[in-house]
């Protein structure tokens, strides 16, 4: 809301004024117009609060029907083996990242298995489409000119053509909260720059920069940090999305910025409709955020070196009424606070290799089903899809901290890579660290409270409408 002042006077009646006086009423007049451009600056602040101090973004499923993205010459089979092989290399990134001197990190490629978060930044605003990852911190896009950049749908972001585009120095605090995005400064400039390296030879480098970031409702963030990408690559050469949206708990993520400059509470939820479906759903900030019922269950984020990702303590699964505890390497010693992560930007869950081997033989004397090997190769457990199209897999349910016991949906858990051919979306893997994919999600609204340190969790059959 502008403050107006109408004018009392005409154009000459300063010549009618003692010069003194002309110029104490100048002055006022000046003091009031800068009135008015903070009365204007606060109250868009103040829309935030008027909403509730809740915001809330479109998301959808890479390979859905609905999708800008989707490929209508790819085969439900292809999309599965292309989300596989994307899962697969994020999973070696992180593992090979993951040190003191480097936290692990999201692995950018094809948009099979990824969730698109849509948001608008600029002024005018251009629309973007970024992979929503919780396992990435710095929200970036490929931004023109480029001297490097991969192909992308949409239109690359051009930093010219908007009016509050500005690039940051390297003494601001937004350069100096950055910790693993390798900052530098240009020395001609003094700019800030960054530079992101994920497996497989993707990377992205260019500008910090602040801009103007609206989201669903149409609310408008001014200075949100971010990174303006003009040398990018990635490695299967596959990439179209805009970038990155990055969601995990560092100080640059959206959800730390918006808490810092904003007053919006850092938490996030977001639910998961199957990737075949013709079903968007929301992900939601702040306020709006919240998930409540009687049937939510919540569990406890646990804080380690790296705040990045989102951890909590995963304590076994059951097949059936056959409850499989996870135990930690020496198993007098209980298991690890913070053993897993909750990673939407990793399509599969990936398991200890002892845990999932044993996890497997309780599995194959549940099933009734014939093993067969995937023609395709990768997936480790494969059965033959019977005659009737149906494949009766038994109840498989995730435990956590606290008593949470998530019953995982068939879909997410069994996928048919191959026509009469299904295997088992879960993966061992060597590291200490485990992994919660984005399939074992499904159907649930999932909310990450960083202000209370836990993730709820509430089961539902419509991500449209969850709670």
């Known amino acids: 809301m502008a403050l107006y002042v109408k004018p009392l006077w ?66 439900p089979f292809e999309r599965v ?47 973007l489409m970024g992979i929503a990852d919780t396992g990435s911190d710095l929200t970036w896009t490929q931004c023109a000119p480029c001297s490097r950049c991969y192909k992308q749908k949409t239109p690359i972001f051009d930093p010219k053509k908007s ?43 260019g500008d910090i920069a602040t801009e103007t970031f ?37 100080p640059v993520s959206i959800i730390r910025q918006l808490k810092k400059y904003y007053s919006i509470d850092a938490k996030i939820s977001y639910c998961l409709p199957h990737p075949n479906s013709n079903l968007s759903s929301k992900i939601n900030f702040g306020s709006n955020a919240v998930v409540s019922g009687p049937k939510v269950m919540s569990t406890p984020l646990v804080k ?23 135990k930690s390497k020496e198993s007098r010693k209980p298991v690890e606070e913070g053993n897993m992560f909750i990673d939407t930007g990793s399509t599969y869950t990936y398991l200890t290799t002892d845990f999932y081997f044993k996890f497997l033989f309780a599995l194959e004397k549940a099933l009734n089903g014939t093993p067969t ?3 395709e190769g990768g997936f480790q457990v494969c059965y033959e899809k019977p005659a009737n199209g149906k ?46 994919g984005n399939s074992q999600m499904i159907n649930y609204l999932i909310g990450i409270d960083l202000e209370n340190q836990k993730v709820d969790f509430l089961p539902t059959n419509d991500c449209t409408n969850p709670n």
Request: proline share 5%; charged share 15%.
């Open 304 to 326: 380690k070196e790296h705040d990045t990702f989102h951890y909590v303590t995963f304590e076994g699964i059951s097949v059936g009424n056959n409850k499989l505890a996870f």
């Open 214 to 250: 609206l989201f669903d409702s149409n609310l408008t963030f001014p200075k949100v940090a971010f990174g303006c990408g003009h040398n990018n690559f990635v490695g299967e050469g596959l990439g179209t999305s805009s970038g990155i949206v990055g969601l995990g708990g560092g």
């Open 373 to 375: 090997a995937n023609p």
């Open 81 to 127: 083996r292309n989300s596989f092989r994307h899962s697969l290399a994020r999973r070696r990134s992180i593992r090979s990242n993951n040190s003191k001197l480097s936290p692990p990190e999201a692995f950018l490629t094809h948009i099979s298995g990824f969730y698109l978060m849509k948001l608008r930044v600029g002024n005018p605003p251009v629309d």
């Open 163 to 205: 009016k509050t585009y500005s690039t940051v120095s390297c003494k601001s605090q937004q350069c100096q909260t950055l910790r693993f995005e390798n900052p530098s400064c240009d020395n001609t400039t003094n700019g800030c720059l960054y530079e992101t390296i994920y497996g497989g030879g993707t990377h992205s480098s």
């Open 391 to 436: 494949f009766n897999s038994p109840t498989i349910t995730a435990h956590f901290r606290g008593g949470v016991d998530l019953v995982l949906s068939p879909e997410g858990t069994f996928v048919e890579v191959n026509k009469g051919v299904v295997c088992l979306a879960m993966l061992p893997d060597f590291s200490n660290d485990l992994v919660f």
């Open 10 to 75: 005409n154009n000459n009646i300063f010549l009618l004024l003692p010069t003194k006086l002309s110029k104490l009423l100048l002055i006022v007049i000046f003091c009031l117009i800068s009135l008015s451009d903070e009365i204007t600056i606060t109250s868009k602040n103040n829309k935030v609060d008027n909403v509730g101090g809740g915001i809330t973004a479109d998301l959808i499923h890479g390979d859905s029907p609905l999708s800008p993205f989707y490929d209508p010459s790819l085969t």
